[in-house]
């Protein structure tokens, strides 16, 4: 069996929260103000109404193939070869995705705080951590992330509240200016933060209650949305729409601006601190995702053998992607939306599912997934 562990509807809204929140509030409030200006804050709603609607796919094919992981029922649906590609392509994803926000949390790290230190020995270190957590299983990491994520939400909030002295309600108006156009083209980034909650398609099986699955999403899309809501309106309504669409991680600005009298400031390194811990999470549930596919899709009976290529192969992807920040910021705006939503997203999910209502087929075993 690859994976015999189980996990709960509670670990998997963490899990999904994790998928998403660590590196969306460090990014989206200053993307989405780009195309949105002042309604910067609306954008996070339109994405997360389009998130569960992407969600509400996935589940509905979990439902139809129960104990299936979407690499497992996809040559149910397609056919052996179609369905094998459709895996490969998974694992594709999921490998280049950690990559991405493993570059994310390196580039961060680097532009913010250590500016000596070399980009590569932040990739190295998160690779190493996380890949020792995947090995130990998903239960494992299911676990940790429960501990961690409620600290990085309680992060979120305190900046919030902590701020809320130095902010401008009136640099959210005027509301809906220029109408929905900009709010909708605000919208398509954090869209394709809310659509990796795909990864449940790989993770959905192992829940212990799967009728529990549209709750335990949906909670996470929910909360995950306000979170970035929040976030969005105090970067707005503290800095002003103009700045906050020329910062590259405004909440972190957010957080580096608190003074409480004499005795509370420089909260910024209390809040890197649960941050890293959040992007370790989010890193450790995408590697699990993706090597989980990648074993899968080649017939494998255990992941562990291929860790090591695949934590290698992870490191040269993640140095490999982009040339500095900007263009980080940039493709992650611009290039990466377009790329994830169409094809991985909701694309395929949406392809698979409408297949299937076509042909009638269904699943008939709960079991398959550790197999």
């Known amino acids: 069996m690859i994976e015999g562990g189980r996990i709960s509807s509670k670990q998997l809204t963490l899990m999904m929260i994790s998928q998403v ?3 969306a509030v460090i990014f989206l409030p200053g993307i989405s103000a780009k195309e949105a200006h002042e309604s910067a804050w609306i954008s996070p709603i339109v994405a997360t109404v389009l998130g569960i609607v992407i969600a509400a796919v996935v589940v509905n094919l979990t439902l139809r193939y129960p104990g299936k992981t979407i690499v497992q029922y996809a040559p149910d649906i397609v056919g052996r070869i179609p369905g094998k590609i459709i895996g490969l392509l998974y694992a594709w994803w999921f490998l280049h995705l950690a990559a991405i926000v493993i570059r994310e949390f390196a580039e961060f790290l680097i532009t ?14 998160i690779i190493i951590v996380s890949t020792y957590a995947v090995n130990s299983g998903l239960e494992v990491v299911a676990r940790t992330n429960e501990f961690l994520m409620p600290l990085v939400i309680g992060s979120i909030v305190m900046i919030v509240v902590l701020v809320s002295k130095d902010m401008k309600f009136t640099n959210l108006l005027p509301v809906l200016e220029k109408g929905w156009g900009p709010v909708l083209k605000g919208a398509y980034a954090p869209t394709s933060w809310m659509g990796e909650t795909v990864a449940m398609a790989m993770l959905l099986p192992y829940l212990n209650k799967p009728q529990e ?7 996470a899309l929910v909360i995950v949305g306000i979170s ?11 800095f002003g729409a103009p700045e906050l669409a020329r910062m590259e991680f405004p909440v972190f600005s957010l957080a580096r601006i608190i003074r409480i009298a004499m005795f509370l400031e420089r909260i910024d390194a209390v809040v890197m601190a649960l941050w890293v811990s959040g992007v370790y999470m989010k890193v450790t549930v995408i590697y699990y995702c993706g090597i989980l596919s990648a074993a899968q899709a080649l017939n ?7 860790l090591l290529p695949y934590a290698i192969l992870l490191g040269v992807l993640t140095v490999l992607l982009y040339d500095n920040v900007i263009e980080l910021v940039s493709s992650l705006g611009k290039v990466y939306p377009p790329y994830a939503i169409s094809t991985f997203q909701f694309g395929i999910p949406l392809f698979l599912l409408i297949v299937s209502l076509i ?3 269904k699943g ?6 550790g197999k």
Request: aromatic residues 6%; without cysteine.
């Open 228 to 238: 970035i809501v929040i976030s969005a309106a105090a970067g707005v309504a503290v």
């Open 359 to 361: 042909r009638g087929k």
């Open 21 to 23: 929140i660590a590196t």
């Open 112 to 125: 913010a705080i250590m500016v000596e230190t070399p980009l590569i020995v932040f990739i190295i270190a």
């Open 213 to 219: 699955g549209y709750k335990a999403v949906i909670t």
């Open 300 to 306: 494998l009976k255990r992941y562990q053998p291929i």
């Open 364 to 369: 008939t075993t709960a079991q398959a997934a």
